[in-house]
Antibody, heavy 115, light 106 residues
């Protein structure tokens, strides 16, 4: 059974950093592009970051470029999102997602940026 | 960035009706994916590559379209279909979502 389990969320002050993790199981992790998608409270979905199978290519929207870094450890079947210089508008549920048409989603982890 | 515009934003339908949700892209895309999200839950892949139903999706759902215009049709609507539906493109990075169509029961 495919599982994606996020961790690392919480309350953080503006300007600070936070690192999210996603533990993957039930499939060959190294074969898939992976991504992070977020959803602000009562809002729609926003693609945050994508990483290629080897980790050599990463993609970000302008809203997080230069502040967020996606990475992966294929040996550990794990995906990460390093978030720096956090802003209040980064407050959202963050989902770990598999593939370009996301066939599996994690349960999501809440990140709240507030003083 | 390819902007996806979904319409309507909210739609009310009665069980048994046929409904059509629309997604328009700011530039031509090869295909479109659709997701269903119910309140408090993670999204689920519903339609991929424009017209392919994901595993377990009932055949009352169908997707079509090309270029910049895509549709998700539900025929007939059932009470269990009440959710928000999002379109998404992966042709060009950054991958983007539409703003969603919330389907309500009339």
């Amino acid at each position: 059974e495919v599982q994606l389990v996020e961790s690392g969320g919480g309350l953080v002050q503006p300007g600070r950093s936070l690192k999210l993790s996603c533990a993957a199981s039930g499939f060959t992790f190294s074969n898939y592009y992976m991504a992070w998608v977020r959803q602000a409270p009562k809002k729609g979905l926003e693609w945050v970051a994508t990483i290629s199978t080897s980790g050599s290519r990463t993609y970000y929207p302008d809203s997080v470029k230069g502040r967020f870094t996606i990475s992966r450890d294929n040996a550990k079947s794990s995906l990460y999102l390093q978030m720096n210089s956090l802003k209040s508008e980064d407050t959202a549920t963050y989902y770990c997602a598999r593939g370009s048409s996301v066939d599996y989603w994690g349960q999501g982890v809440m990140v709240t940026v507030s003083s | 960035e390819i902007v996806l515009t979904q319409s309507p934003t909210t739609m009310a339908a009665s069980p048994g009706e046929k409904v059509t949700l629309t997604c328009r892209a700011s530039s031509s895309v090869s295909y479109m994916h659709w997701y269903q999200q119910k309140s408090g839950a993670s999204p689920k892949l519903w339609i991929y590559d424009t017209s392919n139903r994901a595993s377990g999706v009932p055949n009352c759902f169908s997707g079509s379209g090309s270029g910049t215009d895509f549709t998700l049709t539900i025929n007939p609507v059932q009470a269990d279909d009440i959710a928000t539906y999002y379109c998404q493109q992966s042709r060009e990075s950054p991958w983007t979502f539409g703003g969603g169509t919330k389907l309500e029961l009339k």
